[in-house]
T-cell receptor
Framework: AQKITQTQPGMFVQEKEAVTLDCTYD???????LFWYKQPSSGEMIFLIY??????QNATEGRYSLNFQKARKSANLVISASQLGDSAMYFC??????????????FGQGTELSVKP | AAGVIQSPRHLIKEKRETATLKCYPI?????VYWYQQGPGQDPQFLIS???????DKGSIPDRFSAQQFSDYHSELNMSSLELGDSALYFC????????????FGQGTRLTVV
C-alpha cells in the first residue's frame, strides 16, 4: 500500500534563508507522481510542485524545488529565500500512476512551517 | 482562469441533520474528487467520479453519498450528521488522461453542533 511520511511536525526558518521539508514515500507501483501543496491558515490547498517517477531532473517552480532521490524514496521540498508569506502547513502527497487514472492523492501528515522575521 | 468552485464555503448544522456540499469543476475537467480534512489532520480521500461514474472509493461513511451530474458538477450528501463530521471538505477536479495535477477548490468548512 502506498504511504507518505513527513517526520517534521513543525519547522522554523529565518526570513531569506532556505529550508528543506522532508518527505519519504512507499509504493510498489513504478509509475507515480509526487506533489507538494501549501495550506495557509485560510484553508485552501495550493499546488506548489510536481515530480513524476520517470522524470530525470528535479522539478523546480520559482523558489520551490523538489529534491527527488528515487532510490531512497524521498521527495524533499526546498524553499529558497523564505518569505513571511511562506508560513503555512505543507503537505507532501503521492498518486500511483503518472496521469490521473485512479487519481486519488495520499497525503502525508504535514509540516507546519513558521518563517521568522 | 476558472477554478474549482465549492459551495457553500461555510456550513453549520446540528447533529442528525443533513448537509449537501456542491462542487463545480474546472470546465472540461472530467474527474472530480472529494476529500475530508479533520482539524489538524491531513486530507483523506472520500470518493471520485470520472465521466459521471464512480471511479474510486475511500473511507467514506455509509451516511454519505455523492454523485456527478450531466454538467459534471458534483454533490456530496451527508445525512445523520455527527460531531465528528466537522471538517474541511475539499473538491478537486482534473482531466483523466491529460496532465498530472488535480486542482483543489477552496473547501467547505462544515461545523456540526
Amino acid at each position: 500500500a502506498q504511504k507518505i511520511t513527513q517526520t517534521q511536525p513543525g519547522m522554523f526558518v529565518q526570513e531569506k534563508e532556505a529550508v528543506t521539508l522532508d518527505c519519504t514515500y512507499d509504493t510498489s507501483d513504478p509509475s507515480y507522481g509526487l506533489f507538494w501543496y501549501k495550506q495557509p491558515s485560510s484553508g485552501e490547498m495550493i499546488f506548489l510542485i510536481y515530480q513524476g517517477s520517470y522524470d530525470q531532473q528535479n522539478a523546480t517552480e520559482g523558489r520551490y524545488s523538489l529534491n527527488f532521490q528515487k532510490a531512497r524514496k524521498s521527495a524533499n521540498l526546498v524553499i529558497s529565500a523564505s518569505q513571511l508569506g511562506d508560513s503555512a502547513m505543507y503537505f507532501c502527497a503521492m498518486r500511483e500512476g503518472l496521469y490521473n487514472q485512479g487519481g486519488k492523492l495520499i497525503f502525508g501528515q504535514g509540516t507546519e512551517l513558521s518563517v521568522k522575521p | 482562469a476558472a477554478g474549482v468552485i465549492q459551495s457553500p464555503r461555510h456550513l453549520i448544522k446540528e447533529k442528525r441533520e443533513t448537509a449537501t456540499l456542491k462542487c463545480y469543476p474546472i470546465p472540461r475537467h472530467d474527474t472530480v474528487y472529494w476529500y475530508q480534512q479533520g482539524p489538524g489532520q491531513d486530507p483523506q480521500f472520500l470518493i471520485s467520479f470520472y465521466e459521471k461514474m464512480q471511479s474510486d472509493k475511500g473511507s467514506i461513511p455509509d451516511r454519505f453519498s455523492a454523485q456527478q451530474f450531466s454538467d459534471y458538477h458534483s454533490e456530496l450528501n451527508m445525512s445523520s450528521l455527527e460531531l465528528g463530521d466537522s471538517a474541511l471538505y475539499f473538491c478537486a477536479s482534473s482531466l483523466q488522461n491529460l496532465g498530472t495535477e488535480a486542482f483543489f477548490g477552496q473547501g467547505t468548512r462544515l461545523t456540526v453542533v
